[in-house]
T-cell receptor, first 112, second 117 residues
Framework: DAKTTQPTSMDCAEGRAANLPCNHS???????VYWYRQIHSQGPQYIIH???NNETNEMASLIITEDRKSSTLILPHATLRDTAVYYC?????????????FGGGTRLMVKP | DTEVTQTPKHLVMGMTNKKSLKCEQH?????MYWYKQKAKKPPELMFV???????INESVPSRFSPECPNSSLLNLHLHALQPEDSALYLC????????????????FGAGSRLTVL
């Protein structure tokens, strides 16, 4: 899997947009970018994924740069419930199947 | 049903015990996964089952023995564990481990927190 680099931690004010960056400079053409988050003491939760185009769903938006070497997850109106560790993952498929390899993630703290 | 259910939620065992962790999903997924997560660390992949066959073993010690009795169930048998094996064990499932589509999203359970004394 391509390596990803994320800031260790970030703060965001409640109600404001949270912009979480991720660098994946070694990404190759067939690798998707996935975002998961893990709220304390729970299992990771899927947020969004993309290949080339920007994507939006009910949870978040994903902005991928044209060269695909970085991306940004946007939570448009962060709430206290969005406090979690956010993982940016670039996944590739091998002969034995696909594997999701987690990096260090960004610990997002949403403050009142 | 869009959940992955893991039991037990908490398990305490001695180093000589034999215990099992169980995972169940009824989403028709054909790939199931075990991850291990130590405190303040990201999850680490242990095993991948695809169509009830073990397809990936990330060099996990033999004291961890996975089993996939059918497409809905995944077990992790534990024997002669060490205190350093204490961790949160996460089960996940996805539609098909062989899919090349980006839509092969993993759904995780809440985890089983294991303490080895």
């Amino acid at each position: 899997d391509a390596k990803t680099t994320q800031p260790t931690s970030m703060d965001c004010a409640e109600g404001r947009a949270a912009n979480l960056p991720c660098n994946h400079s070694t990404i190759s053409g067939n690798e998707y970018v996935y975002w998961y988050r893990q709220i304390h003491s729970q299992g990771p939760q899927y947020i969004i994924h993309g290949l080339k185009n920007n994507e939006t769903n009910e949870m978040a938006s994903l902005i991928i740069t044209e060269d695909r070497k970085s991306s940004t997850l946007i939570l448009p109106h962060a709430t206290l419930r969005d406090t979690a560790v956010y993982y940016c993952i670039v996944r590739v498929w091998g002969n034995a199947g696909n594997m999701l390899t987690f990096g260090g993630g960004t610990r997002l703290m949403v403050k009142p | 049903d869009t959940e992955v259910t893991q039991t037990p939620k908490h398990l305490v065992m001695g180093m000589t015990n034999k215990k099992s962790l169980k995972c169940e999903q009824h989403m028709g997924h054909r790939a199931m996964y075990w991850y291990k997560q130590k405190a303040k660390k990201p999850p680490e992949l242990m095993f991948v089952y695809s169509y009830e066959k073990l397809s990936i073993n990330e060099s996990v010690p033999s004291r961890f023995s996975p089993e996939c009795p059918n497409s809905s169930l995944l077990n992790l048998h534990l024997h002669a564990l060490q205190p350093e094996d204490s961790a949160l064990y996460l089960c996940a499932s996805s539609q098909d481990a062989q899919m090349t589509s980006g839509a092969n999203v993993l759904t995780f359970g809440a985890g089983s927190r294991l303490t080895v004394l």
